[in-house]
Protein backbone atom coordinates (compact mmCIF):
# COMPACT_ATOMS: atom_id res chain seq x y z
CA UNK A 1 0.00 0.00 0.00
CA UNK A 2 1.55 3.79 -0.79
CA UNK A 3 1.71 6.57 1.14
CA UNK A 4 0.29 9.67 -0.73
CA UNK A 5 -2.19 10.36 -3.25
CA UNK A 6 -3.56 7.93 -5.61
CA UNK A 7 -2.37 8.87 -9.40
CA UNK A 8 -4.88 8.28 -11.77
CA UNK A 9 -3.55 6.15 -14.71
CA UNK A 10 -5.15 9.34 -17.54
CA UNK A 11 -2.21 11.64 -15.38
CA UNK A 12 0.47 9.00 -17.17
CA UNK A 13 -0.15 10.37 -20.55
CA UNK A 14 -0.46 13.95 -19.60
CA UNK A 15 2.81 13.63 -17.93
CA UNK A 16 4.21 12.03 -20.93
CA UNK A 17 2.97 15.10 -22.87
CA UNK A 18 3.77 17.92 -20.53
CA UNK A 19 4.71 17.72 -16.89
CA UNK A 20 2.85 21.17 -16.90
CA UNK A 21 -0.11 20.03 -18.15
CA UNK A 22 -0.04 17.34 -16.08
CA UNK A 23 0.00 19.59 -12.76
CA UNK A 24 -2.62 22.31 -14.49
CA UNK A 25 -5.37 19.24 -15.13
CA UNK A 26 -4.57 16.84 -11.64
CA UNK A 27 -3.40 19.53 -9.10
CA UNK A 28 -5.47 22.60 -10.15
CA UNK A 29 -8.30 20.93 -11.70
CA UNK A 30 -8.29 22.70 -15.03
CA UNK A 31 -9.61 21.33 -18.13
CA UNK A 32 -10.50 22.93 -21.43
CA UNK A 33 -11.44 21.16 -24.68
CA UNK A 34 -10.07 21.06 -27.98
CA UNK A 35 -10.66 19.31 -31.62
CA UNK A 36 -8.40 16.36 -30.25
CA UNK A 37 -9.89 16.15 -27.07
CA UNK A 38 -13.49 16.53 -28.59
CA UNK A 39 -12.68 13.87 -31.35
CA UNK A 40 -11.46 11.52 -28.65
CA UNK A 41 -14.40 11.30 -26.52
CA UNK A 42 -16.67 11.19 -29.69
CA UNK A 43 -14.80 7.85 -30.58
CA UNK A 44 -14.84 6.82 -26.94
CA UNK A 45 -18.58 6.38 -27.28
CA UNK A 46 -18.74 2.66 -27.76
CA UNK A 47 -15.76 1.81 -25.89
CA UNK A 48 -17.50 3.94 -22.56
CA UNK A 49 -20.59 1.84 -23.37
CA UNK A 50 -19.49 -0.84 -20.59
CA UNK A 51 -21.22 -3.36 -22.70
CA UNK A 52 -19.55 -6.80 -22.83
CA UNK A 53 -19.17 -8.90 -26.46
CA UNK A 54 -17.69 -11.73 -27.99
CA UNK A 55 -15.62 -11.04 -31.13
CA UNK A 56 -13.96 -13.78 -33.06
CA UNK A 57 -14.18 -15.97 -30.03
CA UNK A 58 -12.72 -13.62 -27.39
CA UNK A 59 -14.87 -11.82 -24.86
CA UNK A 60 -14.37 -8.12 -24.93
CA UNK A 61 -14.74 -6.17 -21.78
CA UNK A 62 -14.90 -2.40 -21.79
CA UNK A 63 -14.70 0.58 -19.31
CA UNK A 64 -13.07 -1.85 -17.13
CA UNK A 65 -12.49 -0.25 -13.52
CA UNK A 66 -8.53 -0.76 -12.68
CA UNK A 67 -6.63 0.08 -9.51
CA UNK A 68 -3.36 -1.21 -7.60
CA UNK A 69 -3.14 -0.73 -4.20
CA UNK A 70 1.00 -1.25 -4.37
CA UNK A 71 1.56 1.16 -7.22
CA UNK A 72 -1.30 3.93 -5.60
CA UNK A 73 -3.18 3.76 -9.58
CA UNK A 74 -6.70 4.05 -10.20
CA UNK A 75 -8.42 4.31 -13.61
CA UNK A 76 -10.31 2.08 -16.52
CA UNK A 77 -9.21 -0.13 -19.33
CA UNK A 78 -11.02 0.87 -22.25
CA UNK A 79 -11.24 -3.09 -23.56
CA UNK A 80 -10.10 -6.07 -21.28
CA UNK A 81 -9.61 -9.06 -23.99
CA UNK A 82 -10.32 -12.74 -22.39
CA UNK A 83 -9.08 -15.05 -24.53
CA UNK A 84 -9.13 -18.62 -22.73
CA UNK A 85 -6.70 -17.70 -19.91
CA UNK A 86 -5.05 -15.06 -21.66
CA UNK A 87 -5.85 -11.15 -20.26
CA UNK A 88 -5.41 -8.50 -22.95
CA UNK A 89 -5.61 -4.97 -22.03
CA UNK A 90 -6.58 -2.61 -25.55
CA UNK A 91 -6.19 1.08 -25.14
CA UNK A 92 -7.47 3.37 -28.06
CA UNK A 93 -6.38 6.07 -29.37
CA UNK A 94 -8.30 8.34 -32.12
CA UNK A 95 -5.04 9.39 -34.02
CA UNK A 96 -1.27 8.51 -34.92
CA UNK A 97 1.38 7.65 -32.73
CA UNK A 98 2.55 10.64 -30.87
CA UNK A 99 5.17 9.32 -28.17
CA UNK A 100 5.00 6.65 -25.84
CA UNK A 101 2.07 8.01 -23.81
CA UNK A 102 -0.49 5.16 -25.02
CA UNK A 103 1.88 2.43 -24.17
CA UNK A 104 2.76 3.67 -21.12
CA UNK A 105 -1.35 3.90 -20.16
CA UNK A 106 -1.10 0.39 -21.44
CA UNK A 107 1.37 -0.71 -19.57
CA UNK A 108 0.00 0.92 -16.21
CA UNK A 109 -3.71 -0.66 -17.16
CA UNK A 110 -1.21 -4.03 -16.96
CA UNK A 111 0.00 -3.37 -13.97
CA UNK A 112 -2.81 -2.60 -12.39
CA UNK A 113 -4.64 -6.11 -14.02
CA UNK A 114 -1.87 -8.20 -13.08
CA UNK A 115 -2.51 -7.26 -9.47
CA UNK A 116 -6.19 -7.36 -9.61
CA UNK A 117 -6.59 -11.00 -10.73
CA UNK A 118 -2.78 -12.63 -9.87
CA UNK A 119 -2.12 -13.22 -13.77
CA UNK A 120 0.94 -12.32 -15.93
CA UNK A 121 -0.14 -10.14 -18.92
CA UNK A 122 3.18 -9.77 -21.21
CA UNK A 123 1.66 -8.09 -24.10
CA UNK A 124 -1.78 -5.35 -24.76
CA UNK A 125 -2.63 -3.95 -27.95
CA UNK A 126 -3.08 0.26 -28.93
CA UNK A 127 -5.52 0.55 -31.47
CA UNK A 128 -4.74 3.68 -33.45
CA UNK A 129 -7.85 5.09 -35.44
CA UNK A 130 -5.60 7.04 -38.16
CA UNK A 131 -4.39 4.06 -39.37
CA UNK A 132 -7.28 1.90 -38.42
CA UNK A 133 -4.14 -0.57 -36.83
CA UNK A 134 -3.89 -2.42 -33.71
CA UNK A 135 -0.66 -2.90 -32.45
CA UNK A 136 1.04 -5.66 -30.05
CA UNK A 137 3.12 -3.91 -27.27
CA UNK A 138 5.19 -6.21 -25.22
CA UNK A 139 5.14 -5.02 -21.92
CA UNK A 140 8.61 -5.42 -21.01
CA UNK A 141 10.68 -4.61 -17.95
CA UNK A 142 11.79 -1.19 -19.03
CA UNK A 143 8.50 -0.16 -20.02
CA UNK A 144 7.11 -1.70 -16.86
CA UNK A 145 10.07 0.81 -14.83
CA UNK A 146 9.16 3.67 -16.66
CA UNK A 147 5.47 3.25 -15.72
CA UNK A 148 6.50 3.21 -12.22
CA UNK A 149 8.91 5.91 -11.90
CA UNK A 150 6.25 8.00 -13.74
CA UNK A 151 3.52 7.50 -11.19
CA UNK A 152 6.43 8.35 -8.19
CA UNK A 153 6.98 11.59 -10.24
CA UNK A 154 3.43 12.55 -10.54
CA UNK A 155 2.24 11.63 -6.69
CA UNK A 156 5.35 14.04 -5.85
CA UNK A 157 4.07 16.68 -7.96
CA UNK A 158 0.94 16.00 -6.43
CA UNK A 159 2.13 16.01 -2.75
CA UNK A 160 4.25 19.37 -3.99
CA UNK A 161 1.56 21.61 -5.50
CA UNK A 162 4.60 22.87 -7.95
CA UNK A 163 3.55 23.85 -11.30
CA UNK A 164 6.63 23.42 -13.52
CA UNK A 165 7.89 26.04 -15.88
CA UNK A 166 6.49 25.94 -19.86
CA UNK A 167 8.63 24.24 -22.17
CA UNK A 168 6.94 26.95 -24.49
CA UNK A 169 8.06 24.34 -27.69
CA UNK A 170 6.39 22.43 -30.38
CA UNK A 171 3.94 20.88 -27.65
CA UNK A 172 2.07 23.88 -27.16
CA UNK A 173 0.58 24.26 -30.73
CA UNK A 174 -1.83 21.41 -30.24
CA UNK A 175 -2.10 21.59 -25.94
CA UNK A 176 -5.33 21.46 -24.96
CA UNK A 177 -4.16 24.30 -22.54
CA UNK A 178 -2.67 26.52 -24.74
CA UNK A 179 -5.32 29.58 -23.45
CA UNK A 180 -4.69 28.69 -19.66
CA UNK A 181 -1.07 28.08 -19.06
CA UNK A 182 0.06 30.73 -21.32
CA UNK A 183 3.36 29.70 -22.33
CA UNK A 184 4.19 32.63 -23.91
CA UNK A 185 4.37 34.54 -20.96
CA UNK A 186 5.21 31.92 -18.49
CA UNK A 187 8.14 30.10 -20.24
CA UNK A 188 11.39 32.31 -19.25
CA UNK A 189 11.67 34.09 -15.58
CA UNK A 190 10.52 37.23 -15.56
CA UNK A 191 8.44 37.46 -18.39
CA UNK A 192 5.40 37.52 -16.41
CA UNK A 193 6.79 40.56 -14.53
CA UNK A 194 7.49 42.40 -17.69
CA UNK A 195 3.87 41.78 -19.31
CA UNK A 196 2.47 42.44 -15.65
CA UNK A 197 4.43 45.90 -15.34
CA UNK A 198 3.89 46.58 -18.99
CA UNK A 199 0.01 45.96 -19.61
CA UNK A 200 -1.38 46.38 -15.90
CA UNK A 201 0.47 48.79 -14.28
CA UNK A 202 1.52 50.44 -17.76
CA UNK A 203 5.23 51.04 -17.02
CA UNK A 204 8.23 50.27 -19.19
CA UNK A 205 11.01 47.62 -17.52
S1 LIG B 1 0.72 24.93 -23.43
FE1 LIG B 1 2.73 23.91 -23.56
S2 LIG B 1 3.69 24.25 -21.56
FE2 LIG B 1 1.52 24.66 -21.35
S3 LIG B 1 0.64 22.77 -20.61
FE3 LIG B 1 0.43 22.78 -22.83
S4 LIG B 1 2.26 21.73 -23.62
FE4 LIG B 1 2.66 22.26 -21.48
Redesign the pocket.
Known sequence: MIDGPVVAISAIEHFA??P??CA?IHCDGLWADNEHTVRGSRAHRRVDSGQARHERGRLVLRAVPLWSDALGLTGRADAVEIDGSRIIPVEYKTGIRHGSAAELQLCAQALCLEEMLGVEIPTGYVWYGGPRRKVGIPLVPELRREVREIVDAIRTQLISGHLPE????E??IE????SH?L?ELT?APGRVNRYMARVVFRCDT
Open positions: YCRQLAPNDRCCQLRCPS
